[in-house]
């Protein structure tokens, strides 16, 4: 019976491992995902940036008219009103895109602790920020403008807070439930 033993203990150990190099494996895929997902992204907000500011705000335009025509027609008829409405839109488009970018960017680097994923993520935001005015200062009728760097570096931390706050919220949830079942 003792070999049947030595094979059950050789074959737990062998699996063991196996499971192991399977979770490295699928974290590094995993990774791969979030980086690809973070660069399509960056393509999304550069290809934006890329547009000349009247197809920009015909483009954001539509869009606000769309949902004010849904939530409050009546305001499509205040053009003062209707102005200042668009102008926060788009500052707020702004501070989706790096919030949505901040997500990304944290679970780009998996890897790494808490807070190097904070810093690293909004650092790396940032300089996608500024790359993203700079591109504007070649497209017709569009500047840079050093507000809305901070406005997208606003965003990154707040999408890169948001998920670490998630991430604590579930493992602290994670570890209680372990705790009593013991």
Known sequence: SQPYCYIAIIIHRTSAVYSKMEKEIDMKVKKYIWIGLTLVWIAVIFSFSL???SA????????????LLWLFPS?????EVLDIIHNIFRKLAHFTEYFILGIFGV??????????????SVA?????????ETIQLFSHGRGARVGDVLLDMSGAFCGCMLLILLYNAYTKRKCKKSIKKQ
């Open 51 to 53: 547009q000349s500011r």
């Open 56 to 67: 920009s705000n015909e483009l954001s335009g539509s869009l606000l008219k769309q949902i």
């Open 75 to 79: 305001l499509l008829y205040e053009p």
């Open 107 to 120: 679970m780009s680097v998996m890897n790494l602790n808490m807070k190097k994923r904070l810093l690293k």
């Open 124 to 132: 790396f935001c940032t300089f996608v920020a500024i790359l993203d």
